[in-house]
């Protein structure tokens, strides 16, 4: 995926209505699809609700994002969107898109109308229980897709995130910038999150460099693989797929003022 879909534009969340967003971007997406001989259909399993806040131009691109993924990666003739959507709690749920027969997907938090619900946290909130200044956190993450969604995270929270792909990119750009937190992807190829965090430590202990915590991204979550994280020098672990609310809590948890 080239790096121009990569970026979220910063736009800020408001109430959208999604479906009408998907179907809009879906149907550009078929030309798209067509001009390869292609033809892209659309599956609403479980529908979201009329409203929701979000961020439209995120749903837009993470759609973009996932139809090319499919056109690259995979040779069907048609390819199948999948939108499911999944409540998770009082005014919240997630929205579900997915390439049928593949691995290929996404999931965008989203909060519903709910009017009598609490109030959604505010980036100025988030930095009020942050320590003073600005925040500079680094995801190392080989989906373009998943960085798509965890930028739209950290967006709402008002931190700054810079992406690497692997992790040879990652201590590159650890060994020459200050990242005030590490979200680091446990299974990448080339070099996997453990060996990447190895790395890391030694790099710390042979500069003398202030240790910077590395918070595991996996989808096992079991006590075993708690433990291994641990090993590697990493300091905490956050089950895949997460809410924002989980995200904030770790930021307060590793950054709190």
């Not at 709910?114 to 109030?119: A, K, R, V």
């Not at 009020?128 to 080989?142: F, I, K, Q, W, Y």
């Not at 910077?212 to 433990?227: F, I, S, Y």
Request: proline share 6%.
């Amino acid at each position: 995926m080239s790096r121009g879909v990569e970026a979220i534009e910063r736009r800020g969340a408001s109430w959208y209505r999604p479906l009408e967003v998907a179907r809009e971007t879906i149907r550009r997406q078929a030309e798209r699809a067509r001009g390869s001989g292609r033809s892209l259909l659309t599956r609403v399993i479980d529908e979201p609700p009329p409203e929701v806040r979000g961020e439209p131009e995120g749903l837009r691109q993470a759609l973009v994002g996932l139809v090319g993924e499919a056109l690259r990666s995979t040779e069907c003739e048609a390819i199948e969107l999948e939108l499911r959507w999944l409540p998770t709690g009082v005014g919240q749920g997630r929205l579900e898109l997915r390439v049928r027969g593949t691995e290929l997907g996404i999931v965008l938090p989203l909060s519903v109308h709910q009017p009598e619900s609490e109030p959604e946290l505010s980036a100025g909130e988030v930095a009020a229980a942050l320590s003073p200044g600005r925040h500079r956190v680094l995801l190392v993450e080989d989906s373009r897709l998943n960085q798509l969604v965890v930028r739209a995270m950290l967006d709402r929270l008002g931190i700054e995130m810079v992406a690497a792909s692997d992790g040879e990119h990652a201590l590159s750009l650890l060994d020459g910038e200050r990242f005030d937190l590490v979200l680091m992807d446990v299974q990448m190829p080339v070099m996997d999150g453990h060996e990447t965090t190895r790395r890391l430590r030694a790099l710390e202990q042979a500069t003398g460099r202030p240790r910077t915590p590395v918070m595991a991204l996996t989808g096992n979550a079991r006590p075993e693989d708690r433990e291994a994280c641990v090993a590697s020098g990493m300091d905490d672990l956050v089950a895949k797929p997460f809410e924002v609310a989980v995200l904030h809590e770790v930021l307060v948890r590793w950054l709190a003022a």
